[in-house]
C-alpha cells in the first residue's frame, strides 16, 4: 500500500532553515508529481510546492525564492528545502500524491518557526 512519510520538522527561529523529507512507499515513485502541503493552524491546508516526474516545479507565491523541493527517485523520498524562515511558515508539512482520484497524505511534520 501507498505509504509517505515525512520528517525533519522542528523548532528553527525567524531567518533559519529546515530540510523535510518524505520517504515514499508501496507505488512507483518515479513516475508521479510530488506535493507538499501545509496547514496552519485555524488555516485551510495550502499547497507549498510539487515537483513533477521530469523535476519541474512550482511553487505558492508565499515561499518562492525561499524554498525548493526536490526528489531522488532512487531513494524514492521527496525533499523541501526552507529558507529564511518565517514565523507565518508555522504549519504542519504534509507530503502528498495522488493516483486518478485518489489522494495519499503523509502524517504529516510540525514546524514552528518562533524566536
Known amino acids: 500500500q501507498v505509504q509517505l512519510v515525512e520528517s525533519g520538522g522542528g523548532l528553527v527561529q525567524p531567518g533559519g532553515s529546515l530540510r523535510l523529507s518524505c520517504a515514499a512507499s508501496?507505488?512507483?515513485?518515479?513516475?508521479?508529481?510530488m506535493t507538499w502541503y501545509r496547514q496552519a493552524p485555524g488555516k485551510e491546508r495550502e499547497l507549498v510546492a510539487d515537483i513533477t516526474n521530469t523535476k519541474n516545479t512550482n511553487y505558492a507565491d508565499s515561499v518562492k525564492g525561499r524554498f525548493a523541493i526536490s526528489r531522488d527517485n532512487v531513494k524514492k523520498t521527496v525533499y523541501l528545502q526552507m529558507n529564511s524562515l518565517k514565523p507565518e511558515d508555522t504549519a504542519v508539512y504534509y507530503c502528498?500524491?495522488?493516483?486518478?482520484?485518489?489522494?495519499?497524505w503523509g502524517q504529516g511534520t510540525q514546524v514552528t518557526v518562533s524566536s
Open positions: 508501496g507505488f512507483t515513485f518515479s513516475i508521479y508529481r
Open positions: 502528498n500524491t495522488n493516483r486518478g482520484s485518489i489522494n495519499y
